[in-house]
């Protein structure tokens, strides 16, 4: 949705984009703008661009009146999981391949990648280069800006730990670990105090954005947000998204798992 909450953009599997003015529901324009699936959308702060991420890995900037490709962002070797504009001109975008990366003009200026399931210290840095990616990594599911702090990037690996990163220099500011066993994070939102993460254990963790304390943790949170609370035989899907409301204490949390005859979404307050 647009910042001035007036136009949706929506992507499909054939790679059409789609925008929508929302308060009458009318479709505006509909084109090509990838090749496969579009996984990732993001409006520009001003709503005159939009980026289209594929899962192809590729990366497209689209004029909205003109509807012509700005700028390719191309350097990912699989599945885009998130894309997103940052302040200051700079675009970051994830991937199954391991690494977030940051652009300008459609040039990749710097590789963030934290290294397998061996957590990083506070204080180290992740950037790597081309020559030093590793290719076993965990996929990168998420990255969160911090509301208020342009400069911090919360990175969400698949893994049992995940990372707020100052942009610049890429040092790990703070960390935030899963205790369960076997259990990594999934998807992952923030507010200016609070880093919310759920995990494939189906629980959701509630952490303090500076200290990295574990404030609390909502149990079954997968198992509620995914089944019927009616039904006593309820089936477990894993989250796939996980929003808080820009001011309100609520959450929405969904999942795409094939097994579920329609999509669920829920909402926490």
């Given at each position: 949705v647009s910042n001035d909450q007036t136009l949706l953009a929506s992507g499909d599997a054939s790679g059409i984009v789609k925008l929508w003015k929302l308060e009458s529901g009318s479709c505006l324009r509909s084109y090509q703008a990838?090749?496969?699936?579009?996984?990732?959308?993001?409006?520009?702060?001003?709503?005159?661009?939009?980026?289209v991420a594929s899962a192809e890995g590729v990366c497209r900037e689209f004029g909205i009146v003109s509807q012509h490709v700005l700028q390719e962002y191309m350097g990912h070797?699989?599945?885009?999981?998130?894309?997103?504009?940052?302040?200051?001109?700079?675009?970051?975008t994830c991937s199954a391949d391991g690494t977030a990366r940051l652009w300008k003009q459609g040039q990749c200026y710097q590789i963030l990648q934290p290294q397998g399931n061996t957590p990083a210290m506070v204080g180290s840095s992740i950037v790597v280069d081309t020559t030093t990616i590793l290719t076993e990594c965990p996929a990168i599911s998420t990255i969160c800006e911090i509301p208020g702090s342009p400069n911090q990037l919360l990175i969400v690996p698949r893994a049992p730990t995940a990372y707020l990163?100052?942009?610049?220099?890429?040092?790990?500011?703070?960390?935030?670990?899963?205790?369960?066993?076997?259990?990594?994070?999934?998807?992952?939102?923030?507010?200016?105090?609070?880093?919310?993460?759920?995990?494939?254990?189906?629980?959701?963790?509630?952490?303090?954005?500076?200290t990295g304390r574990l404030q609390?943790?909502?149990?079954?949170?997968?198992?509620?947000?995914?089944?019927?609370?009616?039904?006593?035989?309820?089936?477990?899907?894993?989250?796939?998204?996980?929003?808080?409301?820009?001011?309100?204490?609520?959450?929405?949390?969904?999942?795409?798992?094939?097994?579920?005859k329609k999509g669920i979404l829920t909402v926490w307050k």
């Open positions: 990838q090749s496969s699936s579009i996984t990732a959308l993001d409006w520009s702060p001003d709503a005159s661009r939009l980026l070797t699989s599945y885009i999981h998130s894309c997103r504009y940052l302040t200051h001109g700079t675009v970051v990163v100052d942009v610049v220099g890429g040092t790990v500011l703070q960390s935030y670990a899963v205790s369960a066993p076997d259990a990594v994070f999934c998807a992952a939102t923030v507010t200016v105090d609070w880093v919310y993460l759920c995990s494939t254990a189906q629980d959701c963790l509630v952490f303090e954005i500076k609390t943790t909502i149990r079954d949170f997968g198992v509620d947000s995914t089944s019927k609370t009616t039904t006593t035989d309820r089936q477990t899907a894993e989250i796939s998204q996980l929003v808080h409301h820009p001011f309100k204490p609520m959450l929405a949390a969904f999942s795409n798992d094939k097994t579920q």
